[in-house]
C-alpha cells in the first residue's frame, strides 16, 4: 500500500524551466535512494539523478549543470529543478525510491511511479 506520484510535467520552451514533484504515500516507514529517470519515445529508460537518504547527489552528464535533485524526508518527497530545458529532455519522467514498510519485521521495496510527461519545444 505504498504509492509513488509524479507531478510538474508540462510543455514548456526550450530554455525554460520545469519543477517536477514525487510524493509518497500509504504505508512508508523510511525511503532510502531515491532517483528521477526518464524514457523518450523509442528509447529506453535512464537514470537522470538520484539522491541518498542523505542527500548525496549524483547526475547524468547529460543534465549535470541543467538540474537539482533534491528531497524533503519529512513529507516524504523528492524533486527535480529543471533548468534550461532542451527539446531532447522530452521524455516521461519517473520517479523511483527504495520504501521500507514495517510489519513485524522490516520489508524494503523499490517502487515506481506511473510517470509525468516533459515536453520541450523547439
Known amino acids: 500500500q505504498v504509492q509513488l506520484v509524479e507531478s510538474g510535467g508540462g510543455l514548456v520552451q526550450a530554455g525554460g524551466s520545469l519543477r517536477l514533484s514525487c510524493a509518497a504515500s500509504?504505508?512508508?516507514?523510511?525511503?532510502?535512494?531515491m532517483a528521477w529517470y526518464r524514457q523518450a519515445p523509442g528509447k529506453r529508460r535512464e537514470q537522470v539523478a538520484s539522491?541518498?537518504?542523505?542527500?548525496?547527489?549524483n547526475y547524468a552528464d547529460f543534465v549535470k549543470g541543467r538540474f537539482t535533485i533534491s528531497r524533503d524526508n519529512a513529507n516524504s518527497s523528492m524533486y527535480l529543478q529543471m533548468n534550461t530545458l532542451k527539446p531532447e529532455d522530452t521524455a516521461v519522467y519517473y520517479c523511483n525510491a527504495d520504501i521500507t514498510t514495517r510489519r513485524g519485521a522490516y520489508y524494503s521495496y523499490n517502487y515506481w511511479g506511473r510517470g509525468t510527461q516533459v515536453t520541450v519545444s523547439s
Open positions: 500509504g504505508s512508508v516507514f523510511n525511503i532510502g535512494a
Open positions: 539522491i541518498t537518504a542523505r542527500g548525496s547527489t
